[in-house]
């Protein structure tokens, strides 16, 4: 036996006509495989004279941003993500010490298709870079796939509702009366992935997996 209380049944009475509703939420979901990767790749150097720590680091980041291009890396996927420079200081018995300059040159590097992104990340390695962070598994066209969720999410509405007026033995339309978008959590967002950079001459590994992007409507069926 199935039972319904006032969240989904609403009665709305008016001067003379009372509109009954059923409310429903609905919830759509597509499962798609990740087709892109987005990595910071950097280049950190350290040296007590700022120019030496500067060219340093322009070389090295020169050489990484040279073997991603050398790899079909497009240049329009390859962007400056942060460059700065802090100065580094030790403390010795409350007293502070000044050890050297630290120059940071991040690069936000988009990966297409998503299975070379171990072979990028070592390459990248190789040829200078000392640092990877913020590893995300994304997919490039989403807003495709949310639409695809958000007709499911439609469907799903029409069909709980039309269950639950079935049940109390009453009919509706097809068409709802008022029907709301409602904002999901960002399951389709870029997944964060902690990577270790290899040593060996193996791949670092990388499991895209997949991903689900969700939408969810409210929907008013009058009957």
């Known amino acids: 036996m199935m039972y319904y209380s006032h969240p989904y049944i609403r009665s709305n009475s008016n001067t003379q006509q009372t509109n009954h509703s059923i409310n429903v939420v609905g919830e759509g979901m597509i499962s798609v495989e990740p087709d892109r990767a987005i990595a910071l790749l950097g280049v950190v150097t350290e040296d007590k004279n700022l120019s030496q720590a500067q060219r340093k680091n322009a070389e090295n ?18 962007q400056t993500f942060d460059y700065r420079i802090n100065l580094n200081y030790d403390y010795k018995e409350g007293e502070q010490l000044f050890r050297g300059y630290q120059v940071t040159n991040l690069l936000q590097v988009i990966i297409e298709p998503v299975d070379r992104m171990g072979t990028i990340v070592d390459i990248a ?44 033995g009453v009919s509706i339309r097809a068409v709802p009366f008022k029907l709301n978008e409602v904002p999901t959590r960002e399951d389709g967002r870029p997944r964060p992935m902690v990577l270790g950079v290899s040593t060996e001459n193996t791949t670092t590994p990388i499991e895209a997996g997949q991903m689900q992007i969700t939408a969810q ?7």
């Open 217 to 223: 409507v409210e929907a008013e069926f009058r009957y």
């Open 125 to 168: 390695v190789e040829n200078g870079a000392n640092t990877v962070r913020n590893v995300q598994i994304t997919v490039a066209n989403k807003e495709q796939f949310y639409e695809e969720a958000l007709k499911k999410a439609v469907e799903k509405a029409q069909v709980k509702a039309s269950i639950i007026a079935q049940e109390i």
């Open 61 to 78: 980041a020169t050489n990484v941003i040279n073997a991603l291009l050398q790899q079909n890396v497009p240049r329009t996927n390859i």
